[in-house]
């Protein structure tokens, strides 16, 4: 038996690495653009979030400042108070500004406070076309303005930047460095997945590639050649499978081979004795009389039965088996054939035992039936020693009728059951061809078998010989 060495490179592995590649590159880069916009995105709106609060609070504080004093006259250009009431109002448990990015979001250089006229009362200069781009860009303006109230009143503005217009100040350096470790992961991933796609189609590959190659050499008639079965998924089994396979090919091919070499030597023995007595008549050895044409007729007809036994077996083979079932009673066949072999099995020194428990209706063909009975009746009269004992019994199970037909010694050793149906087969010891025969009554008697619908399986008889148990439905 041969192992095959599979190599490590096929197309289908190339074509596997390439689809895995593509899919895990086209799969990182739409995760990476889509968490990439919508971080961003996300990030900006909780900006925007939380400096409407922060914008919000400033509002309110400076409309009831506005109520206390009055006016605007204490913040006119006065910074330090204003950086204090940043301070106070939007980190009020905290001594000095948080640093980072909430520091620079609440940076009070950022807010700028005006009157009910729209005069800056503090902080960055106003600019003329501040306004005009505010008209002119409707909702998507750069600028934010809250009304200041004060009892019910507008006192004046607070105007401060969104969160955008901060952020491109500050080059997005969150952003960015969000993206570039996010660019990090999709990068490992998009390894991790050549890797594996790599390894993947490598293993994949090596292996159909055995099997394909394996294939083509059982196609080639190399029947010798086997996979190695590893692991328990489905190419494991398909391996198996395989082996199965090449092994059933190879077994009927030797068969085969056994079965033509048997055939020729069942054919030489009476054609032996055929040439050898014509020779004897045409030397003036035997007289050419009625007893040496009888005996020439004996041969030729132990040939026409060789060749009508291997002609019903090839036809049993392929399906085609001239078979014509009718309702017949099986008991009612079997009784009456077996009861006229009754003085010839006693003329051999068998006697019968026969039982017949009930009618057993069967479809089946009377003809081929009684083919069956003459060749068991056959093998038990050359088998078994005298004096011998045969019993047949029947009986009718469910939907099954059963029949078991037992003789007495000599038996068969148990690793020579399973073969007695093979065709040609004889068991070299006391059940022999001691008595001839072309060792096909067996395997003809399982073909009629199985033509029924039955199954025949055989076991050791309790009389010390064999026991054939018959079901037919």
């Known amino acids: 038996m041969t192992r095959f060495a599979k190599p490590a490179v096929s197309r289908l592995g190339l074509k596997l690495f390439a689809t895995i590649l593509i899919v895990n590159v086209l799969t990182s880069a739409l995760i990476f653009l889509f968490v990439s916009r919508s971080l961003d995105q996300g990030f900006i709106d909780y900006l925007e979030r939380a400096q409407t609060q922060r914008a919000e609070t400033l509002a309110t504080a400076l409309g009831e400042e506005w109520s206390a004093r009055g006016g605007w006259q204490w913040l006119q250009d006065n910074e330090r108070a204003w950086f204090r009431l940043v301070h106070r109002q939007l980190w009020p448990d905290r001594e000095r500004p948080p640093p980072g990015l909430q520091r620079q979001l609440g940076d009070p250089r950022d807010f700028q406070v005006r009157d009910a006229q729209g005069n800056v009362v503090i902080g960055p200069p106003r600019r003329d076309d501040d306004d005009a781009r505010t008209r002119e860009r409707g909702r998507h303006d750069p600028l934010r303005i809250l009304p200041i109230v004060s009892q019910g009143q507008q006192v004046g503005e607070l105007v401060y930047r969104p969160p955008r217009e901060l952020m491109a100040r500050m080059d997005r350096i969150f952003i960015e460095r969000q993206q570039r470790n996010l660019s990090i992961i999709v990068g490992s991933l998009a390894l991790a997945s050549l890797l594996l796609a790599g390894v993947l189609s490598w293993w994949l590959g090596r292996r159909t590639r055995g099997m394909a190659l394996a294939t083509r050499r059982l196609t080639e008639g190399d029947y010798s050649v086997r996979l190695a079965e590893r692991g328990h998924d489905e190419l494991s089994r398909l391996a198996h499978d395989f082996n199965v396979l090449a092994e059933t090919l190879e077994a009927n091919r030797q068969a085969r081979q056994r079965w033509v070499a048997d055939i020729a030597h069942e054919l030489r023995t009476p054609l032996a004795v055929l040439h050898g007595e014509i020779e ?30 291997l002609r019903l077996l090839a036809q049993s083979d392929a399906g085609a088996l001239d078979v014509r079932l009718e309702n017949l009673d099986l008991a009612k066949a079997l009784g009456e054939r077996l009861e006229d072999a009754r003085g010839w099995l006693e003329g051999a020194g068998i006697t019968l035992d026969l039982t017949m428990h009930g009618p057993a209706p069967v479809r089946g063909d009377l003809q081929r039936l009684h083919q069956l009975w003459n060749n068991l009746l056959g093998n038990t009269r050359a088998y078994t020693d005298a004096p011998g004992h045969l019993r047949v019994s029947l009986d009718v199970i469910g939907h099954q009728v059963r029949i078991r037909w037992e003789d007495s010694a000599p038996g068969v050793e148990d690793d020579e059951l399973p073969r007695l149906t093979e065709r040609l087969y004889r068991v070299e010891a006391s059940r022999n061809r001691r008595l001839g025969g072309s060792g096909l009554g067996l395997s003809i008697a399982m073909a009629l078998v199985r033509a029924h619908g039955g199954d025949m399986q055989v076991s050791h008889s309790t009389l010390g010989g064999l026991c054939w148990t018959l079901k037919f439905p």
Request: hydrophobic share 40%; no cysteine.
């Open 280 to 309: 004897a008549m045409q030397d003036g050895i035997r007289p050419l009389d009625a007893d040496s044409l009888g005996s020439l007729a004996q041969e030729v007809g132990q040939l026409e039965r060789l060749v009508q036994d």
